[in-house]
T-cell receptor, first 115, second 112 residues
Framework: AQTVTQSQPEMSVQEAETVTLSCTYD???????LFWYKQPPSRQMILVIR??????QNATENRFSVNFQKAAKSFSLKISDSQLGDAAMYFC????????????FGTGTSLTVIP | NAGVTQTPKFRVLKTGQSMTLLCAQD?????MYWYRQDPGMGLRLIHY???????AKGEVPDGYNVSRLKKQNFLLGLESAAPSQTSVYFC???????????FGPGTRLTVL
């Protein structure tokens, strides 16, 4: 089974600053999808951003962008101009393009935004 | 369009009791999943379904059963609840094997 590792259990950032959350994964496949999900205190899981492994261009969604390094199996999330509403647990997830029956999740990073 | 809904949102059980969690989606998704979330362990897959009438085991299936009699519903059953099953349970659905997962709001279950 694929493994997804988030080595930062907790992170903090000053409001309006930039923060980067790390994620690495282990796979022998070449075609897959990577996701970042946000879980605020409400518990609802919200998709932040998605990256297809076959695309070299890093995905961007407004203030959220990723640094996808396929050879290094690294998928970090950069949040620019951090806002109080960004405070949440962030999960990195992997899904195979060939046998994509499930999502594999990391253990999460709790992000605190300091006013 | 309600997305993915879960019933109930909270439940307290005594050891040995049984219960069923209901997940419903109105997006005509083929894939449905049950995950449990425990502190420090992320989300772990319990069971999943790739279509009506099909189910398969995930990473932590012991003590749980599932059924997918209708495409829009995915039921998770606990036959004899144990304290180790205290957790937050999430249902999710996906249109296909390469699309995003849509999550329900979660069910917090406490087993005393």
């Amino acid at each position: 089974a694929q493994t997804v590792t988030q080595s930062q259990p907790e992170m903090s950032v000053q409001e309006a600053e930039t923060v980067t959350l790390s994620c690495t994964y282990d796979t022998s496949e070449s075609d897959y999808y990577l996701f970042w999900y946000k879980q605020p205190p409400s518990r609802q899981m919200i998709l932040v951003i998605r990256q297809e492994a076959y695309k070299q261009q890093n995905a961007t969604e407004n203030r959220f962008s990723v640094n996808f390094q396929k050879a290094a199996k690294s998928f970090s999330l950069k949040i620019s101009d951090s806002q109080l509403g960004d405070a949440a647990m962030y999960f990195c997830a992997y899904r195979s393009a060939n046998t994509g029956n499930q999502f594999y999740f990391g253990t999460g990073t709790s992000l605190t935004v300091i006013p | 369009n309600a997305g993915v809904t879960q019933t109930p949102k909270f439940r307290v059980l005594k050891t040995g009791q049984s219960m069923t969690l209901l997940c419903a989606q109105d997006m005509n998704h083929e894939y449905m999943y049950w995950y449990r979330q425990d502190p420090g362990m992320g989300l772990r897959l319990i069971h999943y379904s790739v279509g009506e009438g099909t189910t398969a085991k995930g990473e932590v299936p012991d003590g749980y059963n599932v059924s997918r009699l209708k495409k829009q519903n995915f039921l998770l059953g606990l036959e004899s609840a144990a304290p180790s099953q205290t957790s937050v349970y999430f249902c999710a659905s996906s249109y296909s094997s390469i699309r995003d997962g849509h999550f329900g709001p979660g069910t917090r279950l406490t087993v005393l």
